[in-house]
């Protein structure tokens, strides 16, 4: 087999096989932002239809007091919105004209409730198939500050996934697998990707475990890309010091994001 050739942007690590197979990696989180001391929590709740290529999502958003937050939603297709503001009654935010939402500054704290639907349908960074999901594109709303992200997605059987996350479990509940992460460092955005993976993993340190991601089709290539990218890390580690993140992944991708 062909070593991989690689490169490192500021936002992903990228590996292209021979084959022109291509990969996403995720070393948790590269696109770490600089974040305030008390960042919002934003939560996701995903679900999937496979037969009609789209995403139904729901989001709880909890803004610290004296907080300004600008919510970008882009083209996508808000459903609805609810704003709680301290102990006064709920009530629907208006949608502005560029599709954003918009918070007023407040002494107390603010949970954003906002839900929205999105067709995948493989003609951008984003795609919802039977063979795979990835969504790398715009597929949330996006805050124009860093906030601290945690997903829960039912997805289809037999499927796994993976996102920015220091937490990471998938469970089997109600006859579904349930993924559930958390991260704790602050971003603007997050990245996800589903499918039926074999996923195998290797220790690099006390700390950092690197894992791999792959379709049945290509499970062979697993042990090599972890003892790679583990030598890989190592290298890396003595000439820039520890790996900040405890997990590093290779994760192949239907799309062609390398």
């Known amino acids: 087999m062909r070593k991989p050739n690689s490169f490192f942007s500021k936002f992903h690590f990228f ?26 929590r934003y939560s996701i709740n995903l679900s999937f239809n496979i037969e009609t290529a789209e995403l139904t999502a729901t989001s709880k958003i909890s803004v610290p007091a004296n907080t300004k937050f600008v919510l970008q939603c882009g083209a996508l297709n808000i459903t609805g919105n609810q704003l709680v503001e301290g102990n006064q009654t709920p009530r629907i935010l208006k949608i502005h004209s560029d599709n954003t939402l918009r918070l007023p500054i407040i002494a107390s704290e603010q949970t954003l409730h906002v839900s929205w639907t999105l067709s995948g349908s493989g003609d951008s960074d984003n795609l919802i198939s039977k063979d795979g999901i990835t969504l790398a594109g715009f597929w949330h709303p996006i805050p124009e500050q860093a906030a601290l992200f945690s997903i829960n ?40 990707i589903a ?26 290539l697993a042990e090599e890309y972890l003892e790679q990218g583990s030598q890989y890390l190592t290298r890396y580690e003595k000439l820039i010091g520890p790996y900040p993140y405890s997990r590093f992944s290779i994760v192949e991708n239907r799309l062609p994001t390398g």
């Open 15 to 40: 590996l292209l096989l021979g084959t022109m197979l291509h990969l996403i990696l995720f070393s948790s989180n590269i696109t770490q932002a600089f974040a305030s001391e008390d960042p919002p």
């Open 195 to 220: 499918g039926p993976y074999e996923i195998r993993s290797k220790a690099v340190s006390e700390t950092t475990s690197i894992y791999t991601y792959f379709f049945k089709e290509d499970a062979h």
């Open 153 to 192: 997605a039912q997805l289809p059987p037999d499927f796994s996934g993976i996102t920015e996350s220091d937490e990471l479990t998938v469970t089997r509940e109600n006859n579904q697998n349930v993924l559930k992460s958390s991260f704790h460092q602050a971003l603007n955005t997050v990245h996800f």
